[in-house]
C-alpha cells in the first residue's frame, strides 16, 4: 500500500485505499478503472519462415484501445454518484495484455527464457508509450483529465487524458 501510494498520480485527491478487483489498478476511495486487454496473438504475422510479432499493429490496437476505453469513461452507468464523480476526475484507464504464453510458444521461445523477458519487455514498452502518446492526443482534443492540475503528471510537464494508462490483469 505504501508503495502504490508512492506511485499515485493524483495524491492531492486522497490515499490509495483499493484495487480495481483482480489487482491491477490502484485506487482512491469510490474510484473505478475502465480496462481492457489486447490478445497479443492478433500481432503476430505469418511469414515464410514462421511467425514475427508486428509492434505496428500492436501500437495501432492500443491506440484504438485507450481511445475505446477514454469513452467508456463517459459511456459507463456507475452504480454510485460518488464513484461516477471520482472516477471522471481521473479517468483512469488499464490497458492490459493476454495472451503472450501463445505469443512465445509461435515463436519458439522458451517461456523461462532470458529471450522470453526481453520479448515481454518490448511488448510492454510499446504498449506504454503508445498508450501515452494517445492520451496525450487526446489531452490536446478533448481536455486533460479533470484533477491533471496538481497531478504528478503536471509537476512533469505531460498532458494526459488519463492518470494511468496500463494495467495488467494476473
Not at 15 to 42: D, F, K, M, Y
Not at 54 to 70: C, E, G, N, W
Not at 114 to 123: C, D, I
Request: glycine fraction near 6%; charge should be negative.
Amino acid at each position: 500500500l505504501d508503495r502504490m501510494n508512492q506511485a499515485n498520480p493524483c495524491p492531492h485527491l486522497g490515499e490509495i485505499e483499493t484495487t480495481s478487483a483482480c489487482g491491477e489498478q490502484p485506487l482512491l476511495p469510490h474510484e473505478s478503472c475502465c480496462e481492457g486487454s489486447v490478445n497479443l496473438v492478433r500481432c503476430l504475422r505469418e511469414k515464410d519462415d514462421g511467425w514475427q510479432f508486428d509492434y505496428q499493429k500492436l501500437r495501432r490496437i492500443v491506440r484504438q484501445a485507450v481511445h475505446f476505453l477514454d469513452d467508456m469513461v463517459d459511456a459507463n452507468t456507475y452504480p454510485l454518484r460518488e464513484v461516477e464523480t471520482m472516477t471522471k476526475k481521473t479517468r483512469k484507464v488499464g490497458v492490459g495484455v493476454m495472451g503472450f504464453a501463445d505469443v512465445l510458444y509461435a515463436l519458439r521461445i522458451p517461456y523461462d527464457s532470458e529471450e522470453a523477458e526481453e520479448l515481454a519487455g518490448k511488448v510492454m514498452r510499446a504498449v506504454r508509450e503508445e498508450a501515452e502518446e494517445a492520451s496525450a492526443e487526446l489531452a490536446d482534443e478533448r481536455g486533460t483529465f479533470p484533477s491533471w492540475r496538481r497531478s504528478t503528471h503536471e509537476r512533469h510537464g505531460k498532458r494526459r487524458r488519463n492518470a494511468t494508462l496500463v494495467g495488467i490483469a494476473p
